[in-house]
């Protein structure tokens, strides 16, 4: 008899959790099992910001899919379409090719892209931080900076090459801006010609304060930190034009710059629109035990999905959803693999329910905040508790061991100035790394479906 197949969509935290539980709880003969993702690599993104400044190898934070998945069939593409009626998935390949790929039950976990909004100029000049290699060229491209603007004998030049302005007040923006930071403060030694007044980091955020989940105490304390190592932090402001070598902001002022870094917040996968499924604030919405709402056998979860949020239900926020971030998206996928599971076998589904652990940012250095189980940490305290819990969430013993011996090697050496230049000719737009513009209208997904492509359907 030929076997039921799942198939799963998204090899982050969410899908790659579920694809290993699955994994452990239906033998060979139960299911086929099938993950469909550009990468090859689970992404522990929580990390990026320390990749950006070279505190750790990409090899750290990307635990290679083949070590995790061991009969998981891996299709190396993105989905860009599904036929919910006909059960049928459109896969575009890393090969640009189309193949179909149907299912008996799909696992939605396509996660999120950056948030962006209609600015002029800022499709085209904008960096984001949401990929390994919006990462790895954003490093190239803050070295490549220090490297021009040493070179320049143009006074004007050199300024703008220093000015750095990061969008986005939460824990990505926050990082990224307080690792990036120590990266250029300490290329002050090995750049003997530059003028350690002219680099300028910007924290730019409409909101009144950065990271408001950890509380007053705890955003206060960081919004010190990062402005006591001269960051200039400003508060309901946003981003009016970018231009090449200009950012404009709200409040009037005009900054020459060639580095505008955006991370202002996270929107689910363009995918979820092409669907005609329900949803609530962008996420498709599912029923607590992960089911989508009017699709037969689809589950969804992880950034995509409006997962309701039990725990916080019971305390009397009835309209809660599960926020977007890693610790949810896990436990989800183990839930969600239950759940699977649990129908194929005829039984009954249960519903996903988590507390939240607490919040850990690490500011590099000594410096971190941290609130796990609801007790508030600064220093170094909470800089352990923070790596710590990044160094159990990461996947393999193999990154964990990379990990550890990066963070020590930084800490005794310092940190070094190398451009890859593998991306030096490369726009670095986000369309180009987050793949936004990918995806298939609905009359473009259903001719793909009911013709045969040049592959066989699998």
Not at 63 to 74: E, F, G, Y
Not at 195 to 221: F, Q, T, Y
Not at 290 to 314: E, I, Q, S, Y
Request: net charge neutral; aromatic share 6%.
């Amino acid at each position: 008899m030929e076997r039921p197949k799942v198939l799963i969509v998204g090899g982050g935290f969410a899908g790659v959790e579920c694809a290993r539980r699955l994994e452990r709880q239906l033998q060979p003969y139960e299911a086929e099992l099938t993950l469909v993702t550009p990468t090859s690599y689970e992404l522990y993104l929580p990390l990026l910001p320390q990749v950006a400044s070279g505190v750790l190898t990409p090899q750290s934070v990307a635990a290679p899919l083949r070590r995790l998945l061991r009969r998981t069939h891996i299709v190396p593409g993105g989905a860009v379409g599904i036929d919910t009626d006909a059960k049928v998935c459109v896969v575009r390949l890393i090969t640009d090719e189309m193949v179909n790929e149907r299912y008996d039950y799909l696992v939605l976990t396509p996660g999120s892209v950056t948030r962006s909004f209609d600015i002029p100029g800022l499709d085209m000049y904008g960096r984001g931080m949401k990929t390994l290699a919006e990462a790895a060229w954003v490093r190239d491209h803050v070295i490549a900076q220090l490297d021009i603007a040493s070179a320049t004998e143009d006074e004007a030049e050199r300024a703008a090459r220093l000015q750095f302005v990061v969008v986005g007040g939460g824990y990505a923006g926050t990082e990224t801006v307080a690792c990036l930071q120590r990266l250029t403060n300490s290329a002050l030694r090995r750049y003997p010609r530059l003028d350690p007044s002219l680099i300028k980091w910007h924290l730019v955020d409409l909101a009144p304060k950065i990271m408001p989940e950890l509380g007053d105490r705890l955003g206060r304390r960081a919004l010190q930190i990062i402005r006591g190592r001269g960051t200039e932090v400003s508060l309901g402001v946003s981003v009016s034009e970018v231009t090449e070598n200009t950012v404009s902001l709200t409040d009037g002022r005009t900054l020459p710059c060639h580095t505008l870094i955006w991370t202002a917040g996270v929107a689910a996968s363009p995918l979820i629109g092409t669907l005609g499924l329900d949803t609530v604030r962008g996420r498709l919405a599912v029923t607590a035990d992960l089911r989508v709402h009017g699709a037969d056998g689809v589950f969804a979860l992880g950034d995509a999905a409006a997962v309701p949020d039990l725990a916080k239900a019971a305390e009397g926020e009835y309209d809660a959803i599960c926020p977007p971030t890693a610790q949810h998206a896990m436990r989800q996928g183990w839930r969600a693999a239950g759940n699977v599971a649990a129908t194929l076998r005829g039984e009954a589904t249960q519903p996903y329910r988590h507390k939240d652990l607490g919040l850990v940012v690490d500011l590099g250095g000594c410096d971190a905040v941290a609130r796990p189980l609801g007790f508030e940490l600064t220093g170094l305290s909470a800089q352990l508790v923070t790596r710590g819990y990044h160094f159990g969430a990461l996947r393999t013993g193999t990154a964990r061991a990379r990990t550890a011996a990066n963070w020590v090697l930084n800490s005794l050496t310092g940190d070094d100035f190398v451009r890859t230049g593998f991306l030096a000719r490369s726009a670095g737009r986000l369309a180009d790394f987050e793949r936004t513009d990918a995806y298939l209208s609905q009359e473009q997904r259903d001719k793909l479906t009911s013709m045969a492509t040049s592959r066989p359907e699998r």
